[in-house]
């Protein structure tokens, strides 16, 4: 598209077709489409490079609206982990406490996802990955706030600095799940703030993938995404698209399987890589 001589009606066609099939989804596209048009008439330009450019231009300046910083300042910094079933989140956690570790914190990890036991030993296995401890429930099906709670008090006993909470998937009722979130940040909130509060999701759902989030957004006090499975997708415009649809930051993003494949987010990186 971008190699051609001129930008022609195939140029807006073959635009079009990859911005959609990059998950921008169709307003995204629509306005995109619609300013570089705009912007391609205001300066006469036919070179396909200018068009590139200013495309690029165009994702950067959307991008930049949201601030993909996290909020870590506290000690412990307590961060809890949501998502849907299945979208990534111990692996998330492993990632991410292997991502804090090698920048010089220590890290504790809390199974407060209590109903299944092989979720615990799957969290656990990559806590030790990542140079995180971890508190586990004493019995399956213990009180999710609890270990909660008891993992904070660990921090701050052991002056450990981040703490990331492992929280359940199911969406039972949403009423069912909600409770058991706002319990599990009431009790954190008697010891400590809560620094943030994670939306995993998995850019291989796309745009379904974030109505089965909703109950989340709404309720769970969300500060900020996180994007698995980046990896093998080319459904990059996701990124952008999620932005703008729950008006939540992308702070991390998981570009694969490995202990190391997690990164933290800068639009104009990732518009570069998305881009050209
Ligand atoms: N390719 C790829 N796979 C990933 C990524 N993140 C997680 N996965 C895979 O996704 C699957 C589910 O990951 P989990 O971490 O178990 O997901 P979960 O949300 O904790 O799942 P539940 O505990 O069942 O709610 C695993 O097979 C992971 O290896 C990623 O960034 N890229």
Not at 162 to 178: F, H, N, P, S
Not at 199 to 210: I, K, S
């Amino acid at each position: 598209m971008f190699a051609r001589e001129t930008i022609t009606e195939d140029t807006w066609d073959d635009l079009e077709t990859a911005l959609i099939t990059a998950d921008f989804g169709p307003t995204i596209t629509e306005e995109v489409i619609d300013s570089l048009r705009a912007d391609v008439d205001r300066f006469r330009t036919d070179d396909p490079r200018d068009l590139q450019r200013m495309l690029r231009e165009r994702l950067e300046e959307r991008f930049a609206q949201y601030d993909p910083t996290l909020n870590l300042k506290e000690r412990p910094a307590v961060v809890l982990v949501v998502g849907v079933n299945g979208v990534g989140k111990t692996t998330t956690i492993g990632k991410f406490a292997k991502f804090l570790t090698v920048r010089g914190q220590s890290v504790i990890v809390g199974a407060a996802d209590t109903f299944r036991a092989a979720a615990v030993e799957q969290l656990a296995t990559w806590a030790e990955r990542g140079g995180a401890s971890i508190i586990k429930p004493e019995r399956e099906g213990q009180d999710p706030a609890s270990v909660a709670f008891q993992t904070v008090a660990a921090a701050q006993q052991q002056g450990i600095s981040m703490c990331l909470i492992d929280t359940a998937g199911r969406l039972q009722t949403k009423g069912g799940l909600m409770d058991e979130l706002s319990k599990v940040r009431r009790v954190i909130e008697k010891q400590a703030p809560v620094s943030e509060v994670l939306l995993v999701l998995d850019a291989t759902t796309g745009q379904n993938g974030v109505s089965q989030a909703e109950a989340f957004i709404e309720h769970a006090g969300v500060t900020g995404l996180v994007i698995t499975k980046l990896d093998g997708s080319a459904k990059g415009g996701f990124v952008l698209a999620v932005q703008e649809r729950t008006g939540l930051p992308i702070k991390l993003i998981g570009q694969g399987e490995g202990i190391d494949d997690l990164t933290g987010f800068t639009g104009h990186v990732f518009v570069q890589q998305l881009v050209g």
